[in-house]
């Protein structure tokens, strides 16, 4: 994919897949009517008020706990308004749930390093005292997280052979025989010619899509992908066009449109069309319909560049990522990127692709150009636990310890009348809590039972989209899952975490049940 736009060759190393069912259809239950109202007076609440208190912070009633601006009379404000203002009144209200410290490594239980918080909660000291958490709330999806075992016994070695970090770029002196070992691996693993490693994921994404598409060049990306792709978009100068999540008639639409209309103000043919497309989507549990969008790339003569930053080593029977799950062929994928930090317990990511678009990156990329490499003790965790996966039994375990458990959860969280977003397969479960107050709830009392989840809500997710996500990792036993399940049952009677429309048990029942048969013991998280 060379930028003049034209067309070059890919002839990838193939590989055999094993045709996988077909994608499911996508089940989004909406918010009851009650429960919208309910989400939108809350946050109303929370702006009113918000102003009410910026009013009384300009007569020094109200202590000013976010950044403020000074010496700047008679310019317009550097920060977005509203952001700061959001900020500064409705996230920062619960600080105390988000950003905890962590004291070791996001295994199935982590310890979390207690905090105690100033005044108006603007400042925190960290305390002596930690507290171990069941933890469903790290991409530790094969449970290489870990501070024993081969990968860290290599690390280690790793580190007294070649040291820690490396000082000069990998375009100057900055490639060691470590990098190209892991590139070459790497290659082979997703079943391309060739890759190419960077020491950051977000990087992997923003700075590598402008090298492949420039003006006069379409990209067309998911509502929904991640922000790493959108600035990579952003920052390449190409015209972004935006089709509905995952729905594949929309993307087809857009195609037509964008190919019968051509370039703004001139509308002469666009150089190149890039389709961006996630394989799991992190926030929804949601994977691409592959086999359909790698048939309407073909149809148009776009190239398809496909982010597998949570489905590589999660997805598929040997953790090839969705090229296997849905039984595709590699050769049909233009540019496979992916990162280390999720699967494989590491840091940064990789692109593979033709021997021709690697070398273009080398050349052009400025993540290769101008950033620190990737650590060697990283890299060396990536091929220890990479090479794990594709020759040991134990890389099999986890991967089919990892299903067994997403299947499970999965089944028990629908079963029991919570709504849930995503695929079945998908290790990325979203609980959908709808409103700021319930995830506010649901987080504090979560931690004091002793499990420590995510929670989102907007703006990073729509006004009605706030939720716990659960990450499930082969790490995991059944014993912690039933302890996941049991907790969430003590907690629907409190917050009302049970909305699906087919719920089976009634809420007063469930009530009556809750505070009649509570037993004796301390729920709270163990020292």
Not at 301 to 326: C, N
Request: net charge neutral; with cysteine; proline share 4%.
């Amino acid at each position: 994919m060379p930028p003049s736009g034209e067309s070059c060759k890919v002839a990838p190393v193939k590989r055999t897949a094993k045709l996988s069912a077909p994608p499911e259809p996508e089940e989004f239950e909406e918010a009851p009517v009650w429960t919208a109202l309910i989400a939108y007076l809350n946050l109303a609440l929370l702006v009113v008020f918000g102003y009410f208190r910026d009013f009384l912070r300009l007569f020094s009633y109200e202590a000013t706990v976010g950044a403020k601006e000074w010496g700047n009379e008679g310019f317009p404000p550097l920060y977005r308004e509203f952001e700061s203002f959001y900020h500064r009144n409705v996230y920062h209200r619960g600080s105390q749930l988000t950003a905890a410290p962590l004291a070791g490594v996001p295994g199935a239980e982590i310890e979390i390093i207690d905090r105690e918080w100033g005044a108006h909660l603007s400042s925190f000291k960290l305390t002596d005292k930690k507290r171990k958490y069941l933890n469903v709330g790290s991409y530790n999806y094969l449970g290489f997280a870990e501070n024993d075992g081969v990968c860290s016994r290599e690390t280690i070695g790793e580190i007294k052979k070649t040291g820690c970090a490396v000082g000069i770029p990998r375009q100057e002196l900055g490639t060691l025989s470590v990098h190209n070992e892991l590139e070459n691996l790497v290659a082979e693993f997703v079943g391309k010619e060739a890759a190419i490693v960077f020491g950051m994921g977000f990087a992997t994404n923003s700075l590598n899509v402008p090298t492949l598409v420039d003006e006069g060049c379409l990209l067309i990306s998911d509502s929904l992908n991640h922000s790493c792709i959108i600035l990579g978009a952003r920052l390449s100068g190409a015209q972004i066009a935006v089709f509905k999540h995952n729905d594949l008639d929309d993307l087809e639409k857009v195609l037509k449109r964008s190919i019968v209309n051509g370039q703004k103000r001139t509308h002469r043919p666009w150089r190149k069309i890039l389709i961006c497309v996630e394989g799991l989507y992190s926030m929804e549990g949601t994977m691409c319909n592959l086999p359909r969008i790698i048939e309407i790339k073909k149809k148009y003569k776009a190239y398809l560049y496909i982010d597998e930053a949570h489905s590589i080593g999660a997805m598929g029977e040997t953790g090839r990522g969705v090229s296997e799950h849905f039984g595709v062929d590699t050769a049909d994928i233009d540019i496979m990127m992916g990162t280390f930090s999720k699967s494989f317990g590491a840091a940064g990511g990789y692109i593979a692709a033709s021997k021709e678009v690697v070398a273009h990156l080398r050349r052009e990329s400025h993540a290769h150009a101008y950033a620190s490499p990737m650590s060697p003790p990283v890299c060396r965790q990536i091929l220890t636990s990479m090479n794990c996966i594709m020759h040991t039994d134990d890389g099999k375990r986890r991967i089919k310890q990892l299903a067994e458990n997403t299947r499970y959860f999965r089944t028990e969280l629908k079963k029991r009348g919570y709504i849930i977003y995503g695929d079945n397969a998908s290790p990325v479960i979203p609980m959908i809590l709808f409103t700021l107050a319930n995830i506010c709830a649901f987080a504090r009392e979560c931690l004091n039972r002793g499990l420590a989840s995510v929670i989102v809500a907007f703006p990073a997710t729509t006004m009605l989209g706030a939720r716990a996500r659960f990450c499930i990792s082969a790490s995991h036993t059944r014993e912690h899952l039933d302890r996941t399940l049991q907790i969430l049952e003590e907690l629907d009677p409190i917050i009302g975490l049970k909305m699906s429309s087919s719920r089976p048990t009634n809420v007063i029942m469930d009530f009556f049940t809750h505070f009649f048969t509570r037993s004796g013991k301390d729920t709270r998280a163990v020292d």
